[in-house]
């Protein structure tokens, strides 16, 4: 069904955006001495599947003898591995035929098109915790949280909603969300907020969520789909999963 370049190019998507959600919460500091041959840009940007295999072991085990931290980290690797989390989910509904994206279940009763959907909705949310995280004035909003009550409420209001809009939604809440992170100095982004409001402890903790659901949901898709790789990159699993 899948050819031997699509496999190749899954694995290594994926098993580069786990490595790269292992540095998440490590500050610029202690990535200096991260046990990885080079520069990690230069890894995250060439290496193979074997490598970031290798690079995901050595940084777990790597990361037990560092002091605890405050779960911030480095901007820098934080827009990386939101893109790369990206990619992972590309790569993965890629093995999608066009045919089925909306009639084959690839989340429980969820078709490629309500994924997208889902993960355009959640973006939006995620994009007003972090403006409230920044400290501006943002409008109340309704929200359950009962995630599958939310989750249905949000899929009922997009159920007339075409591939296209759902896609482009996707696509541009996405970008939307790292621009702002973009734009904003990494002491804005790790910095602590304590309003009444607070969902996350720091902007920084609210894209690490939203990169997570990413990573989520890229990993059910090749699970549901059979896709013949690794087991370990069939599910995952972290804070905010």
């Not at 989750?151 to 209001?157: D, G, L, S, T, V």
Request: aromatic share 10%; hydrophobic share 40%.
């Amino acid at each position: 069904m899948w050819d031997k370049q699509q496999l190749c190019a899954v694995k290594k998507a994926s098993g580069r955006a786990r490595w790269l959600r292992e540095m998440i919460g490590i500050d610029e500091q202690n990535l200096k001495a991260m046990p990885v041959d080079g520069d990690w840009h230069d890894l995250a940007k060439n290496g193979s599947y074997e490598d970031f295999y290798w690079a995901i072991r050595q940084t777990r085990k790597w990361r037990k003898t560092l002091p605890e931290g405050d779960g911030t980290g480095s901007k820098n690797v934080l827009l990386v591995a939101l893109e790369a989390a990206c990619t992972d989910f590309q790569v993965s509904a890629d093995l999608v035929p066009e045919s089925e994206w909306e009639i084959r279940p690839v989340c429980g009763v969820w078709t490629l098109k309500e994924v997208v959907g889902h993960l355009a909705d959640w973006d939006n949310l995620f994009m007003t915790w972090l403006k409230i995280g920044l400290g501006e004035d943002v409008p109340s909003f309704a929200f359950d949280a009962d995630g599958d009550v939310q989750n249905a409420r949000m899929a009922e209001a997009r159920k007339d909603k075409t591939w296209l809009e759902n896609w482009t939604d996707c696509q541009n809440t996405r970008q939307a969300l790292i621009d702002r992170l973009q734009a904003k100095d990494e002491s804005d982004i790790n910095r602590r907020y304590s309003g009444k409001r607070r969902t996350f402890p720091t902007v920084y903790h609210c894209a690490w969520s939203a990169l997570e659901h990413y990573l989520d949901h890229a990993a059910i898709l090749r699970r549901e789909l059979g896709v013949p790789i690794p087991k370990f990159l069939l599910t995952f699993k972290g804070p905010y999963t």
